[in-house]
């Protein structure tokens, strides 16, 4: 952060403002937390190894039908940009 101060006597008042401002935005802390949705971490699951068997569990079997549906398209995308190049 980049503050303007002033060493003139009528700006005291606003610099000291501004120094006590930069301070406090200086000392927060902010952590990101990820977010994933569960079928994106189903698809990570696959790309990591994982058979359908492991990733797929109980009344599931949609979103693990909507999965191997995305891995086809995203795989039938590969080839036809390869057979581009």
């Not at 058979?51 to 891995?71: F, P, R, T």
């Amino acid at each position: 952060m980049i503050a303007c101060v002033s060493h003139a006597d009528s700006n005291v008042e606003e610099t000291l403002n501004t120094l006590k401002y930069v301070n406090r935005a200086r000392n927060i802390k902010n952590k990101a937390i990820v977010e994933k949705d569960k079928l994106l971490l189903k698809i990570e699951s696959a790309q990591n190894g994982k058979s359908w068997d492991e990733i797929k569990s109980g009344n599931e079997q949609q979103d693990c039908d909507l999965m191997k549906s995305y891995v086809s398209k995203i795989q039938e995308l590969e080839e036809g940009q390869l057979l581009r190049l």
